[in-house]
């Protein structure tokens, strides 16, 4: 495979970043173009590269950095051809990717790659500030909840956790609209009186005008004093009345439970919103080839704010010759 072309399959990208020199060009690339690295003590860009210990070093002031520090990777011992191989899998895999599968797939212990998982779904943030819908458009609005389901619990234990109680009691509430223009998502964790918190979030997600479409519940019978043109569909009748519906934010669901209970069978509550933020990248990139979503995850990767159309190409474009960055050499001292 040409060092010029970026890989385009699991299998090319296994083969190009089996170099540990080659990952740390392309990710000195995709950090800093052809330039040097900006010395983070005084500022100074002008800096050697030590290539026995792959790091950089300040031609001033002396500091020595690599292209981990402020980076999801720093102050990690895995190796950089593992990490691009983990964001492969991870931003590829249709129901996510396990720790124990990504410990066998790449040789590091499970306790790594529980590690390396929750710090690529932190790349996979995205905090996007931009609003949804607008005067003419649809979202569709809905929630549901992440937990154990009673009937797979022992009797006792089921009666002591519920205690009668059914619906979402003891579970994770999630709530999630979904744009019918763009097709993408915003999903968030939310407590379980979540009411009013609801009401927040479509106000500080969607902008005034906007037709949102949800099922029954009390929460939202109240949005149209806040700007918003509303319509319910009740589920317990129907699931379509002409356009109103949210089969759309539902098959959103389907994909997330799949994750969840398919592949990592069990999570803790309080690190629900790490999987919404994969499940929820995963489904607004869909439309994309595998070499898309690995080159915007990892745009995510360097503390950069949330990846855009716009640092996808410029990072693909950059990356394209990482023989091209080159650095004056140094012996080390």
Request: aromatic share 10%; proline share 3%; charged share 25%.
């Amino acid at each position: 495979m040409s060092e010029n072309t970026l890989p385009k399959t699991l299998h090319q990208a296994v083969t190009y970043f089996a170099d540990e020199e080659l990952c740390v060009k392309f990710i000195a690339a995709l950090r800093w173009g052809n330039k040097m690295p900006k010395c983070q003590q005084c500022g100074a860009e002008r800096a050697s590269y030590l290539s026995t210990r792959r790091i950089f070093k300040c031609l001033e002031c002396g500091k020595q950095v690599s292209v981990k520090v402020g980076t999801i990777f720093e102050d990690s011992p895995i190796p950089l051809n593992k990490w691009l191989a983990g964001f492969w899998l991870i931003a590829n895999a249709k129901n996510g990717i396990s720790s124990w599968e990504l410990h066998r797939a790449l040789g590091i212990t499970q306790k790594s790659a529980w590690f390396m998982g929750h710090r690529i779904r932190l790349a996979l943030q995205n905090g996007s500030i931009e609003k949804m819908g607008g005067e003419g458009e649809t979202i569709e609005g809905d929630e549901t909840y992440i937990g154990a389901k009673a009937r797979n619990m022992h009797w006792d234990k089921r009666r002591a956790r519920f205690q009668g109680r059914t619906g979402g009691f003891g579970k994770q509430a999630v709530f999630g609209m979904l744009d019918r223009k763009s097709r993408k998502v915003k999903v968030r964790a939310i407590p379980a009186s979540w009411k009013d918190d609801v009401r927040e979030i479509i106000k500080d997600s969607a902008l005034p005008g906007s037709t949102i479409f949800s099922d029954e519940h009390g929460a939202y019978h109240t949005l149209a004093k806040d700007g918003f043109v509303h319509d319910f569909v009740r589920h317990a009748e129907t699931y379509v009345n002409g356009a109103v519906h949210t089969n759309g934010i539902e098959n959103f669901w389907s994909l997330l439970k799949s994750c969840l209970y398919g592949t990592h069978v069990s999570i803790e509550p309080f690190h629900t919103f790490r999987y919404l933020d994969e499940e929820a990248f995963r489904f607004n990139e869909r439309f994309g080839n595998d070499q898309d979503h690995f080159m915007l995850a990892l745009t995510g990767a360097f503390g950069n704010g949330s990846p855009t159309k716009t640092s996808l190409e410029r990072s693909k474009h950059q990356a394209q010759r990482p023989d091209q960055f080159k650095a004056p050499m140094a012996r080390e001292a």
